[in-house]
Nanobody
Framework: QVQLVESGGGLVQAGASLRLSCAAS????????MGWFRQAPGKEREFVATIRYTIGRTNYADFVKDRFTISRDNAENTVYLQMNSLKPEDTAVYYCAASKTDLYQWAYWGQGTQVTVSS
């Protein structure tokens, strides 16, 4: 059974940093695309960042460019999201997603981790 488990969320002040982790189990995702999405109260889930198997193939939403960094440790089957200079509008539940291939076809989702940024 495939599981994605996020961790690292919390309550921080504006300008702070957080590092989210997503540990995968049940299969290896070293050759798969993985990503982070978020959903704020009353809003639809939105794309934050993705990383593909091909080295260097990362993609970011405009609103997180130069602040967030996605990375992966294939040996640990884990993907990370380093979030710097957090803003109150970054408050949301952050979800990890994984594809079965290196394409953006999200087959698996985590349960989410809450990030709350106070002003």
């Amino acid at each position: 059974q495939v599981q994605l488990v996020e961790s690292g969320g919390g309550l921080v002040q504006a300008g702070a940093s957080l590092r989210l982790s997503c540990a995968a189990s049940g299969r290896t995702f070293s050759s798969s695309a993985m990503g982070w999405f978020r959903q704020a109260p009353g809003k639809e889930r939105e794309f934050v960042a993705t990383i593909r198997y091909t080295i260097g193939r990362t993609n970011y939403a405009d609103f997180v460019k130069d602040r967030f960094t996605i990375s992966r440790d294939n040996a640990e089957n884990t993907v990370y999201l380093q979030m710097n200079s957090l803003k109150p509008e970054d408050t949301a539940v952050y979800y990890c997603a994984a594809s079965k291939t290196d394409l953006y076809q999200w087959a698996y989702w985590g349960q989410g981790t809450q990030v709350t940024v106070s002003s």
